[in-house]
């Protein structure tokens, strides 16, 4: 009906019908496609999130470095972001595919972190470039001492870690 319609409620209904595989992919498609075009010169790079279903797919690294191949990116042009949910599969899996991944030049972005099981482990584990704080975990700071207090803890962390971090929302 020519209404925006937010992630947050597309989303679940495409993992419910199991249409995030598909859209997932499309998505990637047009984004490559759109970095190798001359639509957007300003654009260094574009996250793209992941669904678990990606993830967890044997032909990820194929279908990934076909795309950037076809449209003739390099692969600092993408980033990956991955919700905590991911982190709750299979870890081994996950640190496999992440690894062969990072290795051919792409970056891992956690994003919404703070939202779920906050697995300070898969961050120390898993090989990100970046960290997103979630906006409800940073919607005190400045102003609420606690919230000051973890947020600027967390910050020490990622940097200490050698992690970019975003706070969403902001």
Not at 19 to 35: A, G, T
Request: hydrophobic share 40%; glycine share 6%.
């Amino acid at each position: 009906q020519g209404e925006l319609v937010p992630p947050s409620l597309f989303i679940p209904l495409a993992e419910e019908t199991g249409l995030i595989d598909r859209l997932s992919w499309i998505v990637l498609e047009q984004v490559c496609r759109l970095l190798s075009s001359d639509q957007v010169p300003q654009f260094q790079s574009v996250s793209i999130n992941f669904s678990t279903q990606q993830f967890m797919s044997e032909e990820i690294i194929e279908r990934i470095t076909g795309c950037l191949n076809r449209y003739r990116l390099s692969p600092g042009r993408l980033k990956l972001e991955i919700t905590e949910r991911v982190l709750s599969e299979d870890m081994a899996r996950m640190r496999t595919m992440m690894e062969r991944l990072t290795a051919l030049g792409l970056q891992f972005y956690l994003d919404d972190f703070g939202t779920g099981y906050s697995n300070l482990a898969g961050v120390l584990e898993l090989p990100f470039a970046c960290v997103k704080l979630d906006h409800s975990l940073i919607s005190g700071y400045p102003d609420d001492e606690r919230t000051s207090a973890m947020v600027d803890t967390m910050l020490d962390l990622f940097h200490a870690m050698d992690c970019q971090v975003v706070a969403e929302g902001v």
